[in-house]
């Protein structure tokens, strides 16, 4: 079964400090991997993808995501966190076991940045 | 310009009415998305359609019935409203690709309140 896991519900970093906000898959296919930015009361925001190629990938508002294939794992990154950054963020990856164009969704993990 | 809107933004409504969400895309895009947010934010793809065809019916009551009169517009009409049914309702749209690998765009959601 096609399925995507964010482990932690919530994660706090203090802000000029390094985040990582995680995520890891299963598919049967090729991974196209995805992350949204979701902020209060807002719709979903694309961040960056995953579809082949280079395993580092670099997004919107200076994040970024290392593709690890042997852990299965798509992990958002950034080097120095912004109380901006706080929002809640989801990890998504393609179905191909439905046989559409769906995509899974993660539970989200909410990033709260301490000034 | 809004690329992806909804209307209403807010709905509340009593028990056992019949109620409508309208979507429109100004993208171009060729796929648009209906997903549900419960309260703990998780967020499940609902249906989709492509180019007006529907391609994507998950298991929804059928009291949903998504409608999608052209490429740019797609509408959801929720009959006998159930408190369960309160939600935040989001719309996506994305250009399918051979691969399925492009980013969605959501709306800024509706939320419905069944009382």
């Known amino acids: 079964a096609q399925s995507v896991a964010q482990p932690e519900d919530q994660v706090n970093v203090a802000e000029g400090n390094p985040l990582t906000v995680k995520c890891t898959y299963s598919?049967?296919?090729?991974?196209?991997l995805f992350w949204y930015v979701q902020y209060p009361n807002r719709g979903l925001q694309f961040l960056l993808k995953?579809?082949?190629?280079d395993n580092l990938v670099k997004g919107s508002y200076g994040f970024e995501a290392e593709f690890n294939k042997s852990q299965t794992s798509f992990h958002l990154k950034k080097p120095s966190a912004l109380v901006s950054d706080s929002a809640l963020y989801f990890c998504?990856?393609?179905?191909w076991g439905s046989g559409t164009y769906k995509y899974i969704f993660g539970t989200g993990t909410r990033l709260k940045v301490l000034a | 310009d809004t690329a992806v809107s909804q209307t209403p933004k807010y709905l509340v409504t009593q028990m056992g009415n019949d109620k409508s969400i309208k979507c429109e895309q100004n993208?171009?895009?060729?796929?648009m998305y209906w997903y549900k947010q419960d309260s703990k934010k998780f967020l499940k793809i609902m249906f989709s359609?492509?180019?007006?065809?529907?391609?994507i019916n998950e298991t929804v009551p059928n009291r949903f019935s998504p409608k999608s009169p052209d490429k740019a517009h797609l509408n959801l009409h929720i009959n006998s409203l159930e408190l369960g049914d309160s939600a935040v309702y989001f719309c996506a749209s994305s250009q399918l690709g051979a691969g399925g690998y492009n980013e969605q765009f959501f709306g800024p959601g509706t939320r419905l309140t069944v009382l």
């Open positions: 998504a990856v393609r179905d």
């Open positions: 598919v049967s296919g090729n991974p196209y």
């Open positions: 995953y579809i082949t190629g």
């Open positions: 993208l171009g895009h060729d796929t």
């Open positions: 359609y492509n180019n007006k065809e529907l391609i």
